[in-house]
């Protein structure tokens, strides 16, 4: 399944909002990137569901704000 973004712009997103990587990071990109399911991606990077939740949460919360600065619609 595929997700919402590219690996590149994930990157771009993750420099822009900040992220400080680690397990967190990687599972919003399986996420984000390749379509897995929350869970999914945290069991495999370790990192706890309530983690991905948040890391994702703000990604989602950044994209956002990111189309709507450029003027962009999804």
Known sequence: MAGVMTDAQFSA???LLRLRGG?????ARLVLVEGLAPSDAARRTGASPQAVSNAVTRCRSGLE???????VTA
């Open 65 to 71: 704000l990111a189309r709507r600065a450029a003027g």
């Open 13 to 15: 997103l993750a420099e």
């Open 23 to 27: 397990d967190a990071q990687e599972a």
